[in-house]
């Protein structure tokens, strides 16, 4: 019969609370198992996913290094054989044919000199020497090979070399600078047109610098390239950055030795691909510097952490678990869907058997047409409403319950708009208020629409709502308040407030008078904060016309109606004494003299030195109220905390000697000892400094007086309010000095 809602919100307006739908505990239970399995089973996908993805980058990386390894293996061996042919071109040379028939020292000179270009222009080239046949040095560029003899094949006189063959060398090392090279030397023989032998010319070649010059085309600089040996020896790719655990990073380290499973896999293969736990390894077999029957093989490797892939692969990782997110909301927003579907199919059964007994509850319920004419009534709505059940039926609604047109108008757009209504009514005439809700009905398989209109009598309980709120807001205490209405009219105050403005118990005055003729001028500015903020805070000076003797501290809070109006003002009063440091600072860090004095105990203090003592003293005013956003009336609260907040920064800060006095509120002083013009200037630099780290530079001046000749306390306090004025107009650094004499 009425149709339930299930809206959070509007779950208070039910006609009966058992409409709703409910959770039972084997609802949720299901419902959380259905949610947790969902979870679980995209977490573990989404896993699976980012596994296969990183799998899939190591793969598609390791391709593509293993293709760059074929190009860099096929130019290294390239480069090996062209050395060879340039190691011929040397030999054959015009300059050593001249000092192999001529062996003079200007022939050796010519021949040395060219072989020191050699060696500038050609990176990979470190050395060149020239045997005679018996295999005795005859000419070097470098002594650094002197450690590095002939072969055994080539001086015992083997037949099947000579002529135009170069003889390469396996891998060797040679300190040069302090520094292990890898290098290979080429023979090549040097011989007469008789074919007899004149001598051997050997070339070193650094293996680095050949595949250095080989990598910048194809290898990015961060991705290492290493050549290892037959035995795992590293000949080159030493220093690499972050190398992972277990690699060599010192040429002559074994990989045999340092990672022997890596390299057993490497050993029984010509190339292939191995993946661990931390990174994936490429390898390449090469051949260099073959000769006949010896077979020079080394391996290419390089290698690439799994954390780099993973970094390549994060915004995949993030695109996936946004979308694996998105799914399980959604998921479980559909489970969520459907449990409360069936909740609510069942919820709709029982409705009907409760609405049958709507009229038989203790609140008072009416049953109205969409014309606003009743239909049906409950006996507890006849008593509250103080008339029989038939004189109420087919009456109108807004007659019996006298409401304004502006408010029914409000109900009837609300039934038709489908939404709740709710107002609290009095009758002017029973002195009776009641709490009024309203919600639209509709029967089920037709489209006739009603309303229905519940309430319930608050008469007695508004009274003492609104008696037990006054005095909420008046508590009596040591604080002198008031509460007034919104024309600053007197209704309730405490003691103390009678005590502070001198009035009688039941006095209805307004407190504007009461507060003197600074507040009569400020009033029409404090209403409009109080519209505004509904608060205000400031100060109010004592002067010979007021009712107190000390200034006082003055905070209004507003409290609004329903409407939005201000209705009452809670206003209290504090007697404003001098502001002191509330929280003192550790001895250690300041000595008790510099903790903040008022000004006449700085005055004292001043009289007690000499005049000596005196000339060599300064005085400074620190006026800390930014200009035009605080003044003497208008919200100090912010100003006490900041000048509290400077306070501590310059008694954190401040040297042995100096003294701080309060002045007024927003001005402090500082009586400088031992200082003259610069160290007084630059400690007001310096001071700016630390406020400004702090951010309490804003509206900062400084005025500075010296003590040039004999004056009173008040005149050097003269003197320098003159040069905080000047600090103010300059606009510059907000700090100016005044040093001057009486005329």
């Known amino acids: 019969m009425f149709k339930r809602q299930t809206n959070k919100n509007v779950s208070q307006f039910l006609l009966i609370s058992a409409q709703d739908i409910h959770w039972s505990r084997q609802q949720i239970l299901a419902l959380a198992s259905q949610v947790s399995v969902m979870i679980i089973s995209i977490i573990i996908f989404t896993t699976l996913l980012l596994n296969l993805g990183e799998r899939r980058l190591q793969e598609d990386w390791a391709d593509k290094r293993y293709s760059e390894l074929q190009t860099v293996g096929t130019l290294a061996s390239d480069k090996v054989n062209f050395l060879k042919f340039r190691t011929q071109a040397f030999a054959k040379s015009e300059l050593m044919n001249q000092y192999l028939t001529t062996p003079s020292e200007e022939q050796k000179t010519k021949l040395v000199d060219n072989w020191s270009g050699l060696l500038n222009h050609i990176p990979e080239l470190i050395g060149l020497t020239l045997f005679d046949p018996q295999g005795n040095k005859r000419i070097a560029s470098t002594d650094a090979f002197d450690s590095v003899p002939l072969p055994d094949l080539i001086l015992n006189g083997d037949k099947t070399m000579g002529g135009d ?406 206003i209290t009063l504090q007697v404003l004494k001098q502001q002191t440091l509330a929280k003192q600072l550790p001895s250690k860090l300041t000595p008790l003299s510099s903790m903040i004095l008022p000004l006449t105990e700085l005055e004292v203090h001043f009289s007690t030195l000499t005049e000596q003592n005196r000339q060599q003293t300064c005085l400074m005013i620190m006026d800390i109220n930014p200009e035009g956003l605080i003044s003497h009336i208008s919200d100090i609260d912010h100003l006490e905390k900041r000048q509290k907040d400077i306070e501590i920064q310059l008694l954190i800060d401040l040297p042995t000697g100096y003294q701080i006095a309060h002045w007024r509120l927003g001005s402090l002083v500082i009586l400088l000892p031992q200082s003259d013009s610069i160290q007084a200037h630059k400690y007001a630099m310096s001071t700016m400094d630390r406020l400004e780290q702090n951010d309490l530079n804003e509206g900062i001046n400084i005025g500075i007086a010296g003590y040039p000749e004999q004056q009173s306390f008040d005149e050097y306090l003269a003197n320098a309010e003159v040069a905080l004025k000047r600090a103010k107009q300059t606009g510059d650094q907000n700090i100016c000095q005044a040093f001057t004499r009486k005329t």
């Open 165 to 570: 063959d170069i003889y390469s060398s396996q891998i060797k090392f040679v300190p040069i600078n302090g520094k292990l090279i890898p290098f290979v030397f080429q023979i090549a023989w040097i011989e007469n047109p008789d074919q007899s032998l004149r001598g051997y010319l050997v070339t070193y070649n650094s293996i680095t610098e050949v595949l250095q010059s080989i990598k910048p085309a194809f290898f990015n600089h961060d991705t290492p390239l290493l050549l290892l040996g037959e035995e795992g020896k590293l000949y080159a790719g030493s220093g690499q950055q972050n190398p992972l655990k277990k690699m060599p990073n010192t040429l002559g380290d074994s990989l045999q030795q340092s990672n022997p499973s890596l390299w057993q896999q490497m050993a029984n293969a010509n190339f292939g691909q191995y993946h661990n736990d931390v990174g994936t390894f490429v390898f390449l077999k090469i051949e260099l510097a073959a000769h006949n029957a010896i077979i020079r093989e080394y391996f290419l490797f390089s290698y690439i952490r799994h954390e780099d892939i993973a970094a390549r692969f994060e915004q995949w990782r993030y695109i996936l678990i946004f979308f694996g997110t998105l799914i399980g909301a959604l998921a479980t927003v559909l489970l969520f869907t459907r449990h409360r579907f069936q909740l609510e199919k069942n919820a709709n059964a029982s409705s009907i058997n409760l609405a049958s007994n709507l009229f038989n509850i203790s609140h008072s319920c009416l049953l109205v047409s969409n014309s606003g004419r009743i239909i049906k009534a409950n006996k507890q709505a006849a008593n509250t409403l103080s008339l029989e059940i038939d004189e109420l039926l087919e009456r109108r609604l807004q007659r019996v319950l006298q409401l304004e047109d502006h408010t029914y108008q409000t109900l009837v757009q609300s039934m038709e708009s489908n939404q709740h209504w709710k107002e609290t009514i009095s009758f002017s005439d029973q002195h009776c208020t009641i709490n009024l809700y309203a919600q639209p009905g509709k029967v089920n398989l037709t489209n006739d629409n009603y309303w229905v209109v519940t309430f319930e009598n608050i008469t007695e309980l508004s009274a003492v709502k609104q008696q037990a709120y006054s005095y909420k807001l008046l508590s009596e205490s040591d604080v002198a308040t008031t509460l007034t209405d919104a024309n600053g009219k007197l209704i309730k105050f405490n003691h103390k407030f009678k005590k502070l403005l001198d009035i009688e118990d039941e006095s209805k005055a307004n407190i504007v008078e009461l507060l003197g003729e600074e507040m009569t001028q400020q009033w029409a500015d404090i209403s409009s904060r109080l519209s505004l903020q509904g608060k205000w805070k400031g100060q109010i000076i004592a002067n010979t016309g007021t009712r107190f003797a000390n200034s006082l501290k003055a905070s209004i809070q507003a409290e609004h109606s329903i409407d939005g109006d201000i209705e009452y003002l809670v």
